[in-house]
């Protein structure tokens, strides 16, 4: 019986796909996943909070709440340029922000040969409202960048178990970044090397759930682990997965803790503009 037992454990063990087989599902997945996803805009509600940490709140350091409502859509751009986040950000806390733009889906889908630039000026006049540091990474299109076969080569990746998502049975894959200079930039363009966990379907190769960790392992700079961490969910009536929350844990000085949580709803369609292309 226990010969049977190690035998059945071997044969489970030689028919499970390598951690290089499912990589490579999930980024097969990612690529015929890249034009669905990059026709849509969503609404997200985000709040924020920058807080003393629990050692330091004695200290009269000050607590902040924001809460940011905003549209946001994910292109991805033609070849091998890249996922780009789009945020226009309509209030915040109570307050509505004022601006000549028009809505992101008009920008986006007008024709006009600017249209790049102007979702690009979204985006980056977006990151002044967020606390903290201002940046642009957090959006749930940064696990999909990271993970697509372009970036392939950047990382070593191995299993780490199993798990249930939604009632989905998935396998956890750890993608370390090996390369230099890295994907994401310190302010001073300072390495930045991420590790990122993808909770995928071993059939299919389909993202439920995906965390990005990326720290400066520079000497000297305080240790600090940034963290953008997305699921996904079915929408019924796209047929596909969409982002359904994000939570981002980011720096805001020694001594205190900052974190956001956003929700995505509201799913649209629009049509991207063929000029929408990277300068």
Partial sequence: MKLLAVALALFTVLQSPSADDLAGRLRAYLLSYEPNLSELIADERMRQQDLPSV????????????????????????????????????KVDKDDVADGAGSLRE????GAKDDYQKAKEMLAD????????PRTINLPNLPLEMLHLRHARRFSVRTTGQESIRGKRTTRLVFVETFSPTIIKATDSGDMRSIITAWIEPA????????????????????FDNVVAVNFKEH?????????????????????RAWGEASYTNYRRFTTSARILPQ
Wanted: hydrophobic content about 40%.
């Fill in 236 to 256: 019924a009536e796209l047929g596909l997965l969409v982002p359904d929350t994000m939570r981002e844990e980011f720096f805001a000085g020694k001594g205190r």
């Fill in 204 to 223: 299919t190769g389909r993202l439920w759930r995906a965390n990005v960790v990326t720290r400066d392992p520079r000497p000297g700079v305080a240790a």
């Fill in 107 to 110: 920008v986006l889908s007008s």
């Fill in 126 to 133: 977006s990151a002044r409202f967020n606390l903290g540091e």
């Fill in 55 to 90: 050692e330091t709140r004695g200290d009269s350091q000050p607590f902040y709440n924001r809460t940011l409502q905003s549209e946001v859509a994910f292109v991805a751009l033609p070849g091998a340029a890249g996922w780009l986040g789009f945020r226009r950000v309509l």
